[in-house]
């Protein structure tokens, strides 16, 4: 049965907001939330970036029931891979077996910050592959050293950790990196309706779970989401590998001027008002192979969409 789940967006809103939402969604009925792990925003109309690691602990405290996922966290370059399993084990055990933890190889937006290089994607995935080694130790409770490639352990324990593994998927855009997931963690992440990553993952012997992030603005109008979605998320109309490699907000900015709104109605985001829409989409995405499928709803107005889920949307798929 496929589970539907609401985005907290960590670009969007402070912890203290987004532990609200995450309350508010479990009470409309989603069956899971996934919340994102930014050092920056996108452009700075966004306006905020918590640590994700302090608003989980708040998440954890504030819901019952609800699965809670991090989508996606890059344990590689602006947080050491001992420190990202620390985080882990420690909101493993306050979710318990509601947690699943996503890792992916980045954007240089975020890990630039320490002034480390960013290196090339091959590069990025063969530092993910050693990182989830040493996470993996670690999360066994027992001292760890490792002497690697790109890391250094020393006689590290974590004494506060899950009884079980934490339940790890991955991001993947390309064949190369689907492979990757199917290899070595428990399932597959995606942003969008992508067929081709889905093939990829089970053509590689993947099968765990499949998450599809669906991007959108329920308004009262769809010209009222459509500039919501300019103002507030005109990165998501950005082509190619330019999510990856940009640095800053500002060079965001700079690339959001090649936007325009009739890009936002053909970048396959829902807008229109329509419980119809928005069902669509979702079936979509079930369609194209994903059995866990989720909406970021891009603006301000979250009372007013997740009414809207609650009341139009979720009812159609019980």
């Not at 539907?4 to 899971?32: C, H, K």
């Not at 882990?88 to 975020?110: Q, S, Y």
């Not at 050693?130 to 001292?143: C, I």
Request: glycine share 10%; with cysteine; charged share 25%.
């Amino acid at each position: 049965m496929t589970k539907l789940g609401y985005t907290l967006s960590s670009e969007e809103f402070g912890p203290t907001e987004l532990v609200d939402i995450a309350r508010r969604a479990e009470e409309a009925g989603f069956d899971f939330l996934s919340i994102s792990d930014h050092f920056h925003p996108w452009v700075s109309a966004q306006g905020e970036s918590p640590f994700v690691w302090s608003t989980l602990g708040g998440i954890a405290t504030a819901t019952d029931e609800i699965e809670v996922g991090v989508g996606v966290t890059c344990p590689t370059i602006r947080i050491h891979p001992v420190n990202v399993a620390h985080a882990v084990a420690t909101v493993d055990e306050m979710l318990g077996d509601r947690f699943t933890f996503g890792v992916g190889t980045g954007e240089n937006l975020n890990e630039h910050v320490t002034g480390e290089r960013w290196p090339e994607h091959d590069v990025r995935l063969e530092m993910l592959d050693e990182a989830m080694d040493v996470m993996r130790s670690l999360w066994t409770g027992e001292t760890t050293s490792h002497h690697g490639e790109h890391y250094t352990v020393g006689n590290a324990r974590l004494y506060t950790v899950p009884d079980e593994q934490p339940t790890t998927i991955g991001s993947a855009f390309g064949p190369q990196t689907a492979e990757w997931v199917a290899d070595t963690v428990d399932g597959l992440w995606c942003s969008g309706p992508k067929s081709e990553p889905v093939e990829a993952y089970e053509d590689a012997g993947g099968d765990g779970p499949k998450y599809s992030q669906l991007h959108g603005c329920y308004a009262d109008s769809e010209e009222e989401a459509i500039d919501t979605i300019y103002e507030q998320w005109p990165n998501g109309s950005l082509p190619g590998e330019l999510g990856q490699e940009l640095p800053t907000p500002a060079h965001f900015e700079q690339a959001a001027q090649m936007v325009e709104k009739e890009d936002i109605a053909e970048a396959g985001t829902t807008t229109a008002p329509d419980p119809q829409a928005h069902i669509d989409s979702i079936e979509q995405a079930i369609d194209a192979g994903y059995d866990h499928v989720y909406f970021h709803q891009i603006g301000p107005e979250q009372e007013k969409a997740l009414e809207f889920y609650e009341g139009e949307v979720l009812p159609s798929f019980e």
